[in-house]
């Protein structure tokens, strides 16, 4: 079995971010038929394609992915005991980020982070998926560069920061016809509510402290995202408890009223959460500088 070169990894590497062998090749300077060679060296000694070309571009086998997160590592812990600092320059490079969010951070994130990039980092693309069970397994291996949202389970073992702060609010249609302006608790008990139930959105602190406070809460219907929920209430006598800045969003798009709620309900803390391994990356870096930038209050 032929020694491993270096250069052949970086070449793994990048067509594993990247999914593309001529974007791999121009990111290290080097012809593709180079990066090809180095490719077929890999798989020989890996017995594995390694990639295999799909519609979404260069895909990587069961076995790319097991040896990706230690190779990246590798190439990074080289690197840095060169002494030779990366640099990541978001106006030249190529490459995909994963991040995991909920559907609120979707209506409320993405769009100013998207508008962000498309004005100076033209070759970056943002994958959303869903907060889920498998996201601190997937920010360990890479598969994931961040978590945004509260997400206490995040709160050990990964580096984090606060971007925002949330509380919340009520939603009732504008037409509703006992609920206009103000929420008693009395009001607020007897009308029924919609409960979202997707996780990351600190929905179980307001039912602790609507219980302590002696507060019910009569569901009448559950619903797995928010993305659709305003439309609901628009249409229905319905309340539902939303983050602020989702509920001020979508009021400027359905016929919804906000209300504060009728006790002081807790606030937290939406932050970015990301693995230990990937802290001196420098793309995750820049990536997490830039959420920083664009969320945190006094950012920008």
Request: hydrophobic share 45%; aromatic share 8%; proline share 5%.
């Amino acid at each position: 079995m032929a020694k491993l070169n270096l250069d052949w990894l970086e070449v793994f590497v990048l067509i594993y971010k990247t999914k593309s062998v001529t974007r791999a090749a121009a990111l290290l300077g080097m012809e593709q038929a180079s990066a090809s060679i180095a490719l077929n060296k890999l798989r020989q000694h890996f017995d594995d394609r390694l990639f295999v070309r799909t519609a979404e571009g260069m895909t990587p086998t069961p076995r790319a992915q097991s040896i990706y997160p230690d190779v990246h590592e590798a190439l990074a812990r080289i690197e840095s005991a060169r002494g030779k600092p990366a640099v990541f320059s978001p106006q030249d490079a190529v490459r995909e980020f994963h991040i995991c969010m909920t559907d609120i951070s979707e209506i409320i994130i993405l769009p100013k982070l998207i508008n962000y990039l498309q004005k100076n980092a033209h070759g970056l693309v943002v994958e959303a998926e869903k907060i889920s069970a498998d996201t601190r397994q997937k920010l360990a291996s890479g598969d994931v560069d961040l978590a945004v949202g509260f997400l206490p389970n995040l709160e050990a073992g990964f580096y984090q920061q606060s971007l925002f702060e949330q509380d919340f609010v009520c939603l009732a249609a504008k037409s509703h016809p006992r609920v206009q302006g103000k929420l008693s608790p009395r009001l607020f008990s007897s009308e029924g509510h919609i409960l979202v139930t997707t996780a990351g959105t600190g929905h179980a602190i307001v039912d602790k402290v609507l219980a302590k406070q002696k507060i019910e809460r009569r569901v009448v219907l559950r619903v797995p995202s928010f993305l659709g929920v305003a439309r609901i209430v628009a249409q229905t006598d319905f309340l539902v408890v939303v983050p602020r800045l989702f509920g001020v969003a979508v009021a400027k798009q359905e016929h919804v009223q906000v209300l504060e709620p009728p006790t002081r309900l807790p606030h937290y803390n939406v932050k970015q959460h990301w693995h230990e391994r990937f802290n001196l990356d420098p793309g995750s870096i820049w990536l997490r500088q830039t959420m920083a930038k664009l969320f945190m209050p006094g950012g920008r």
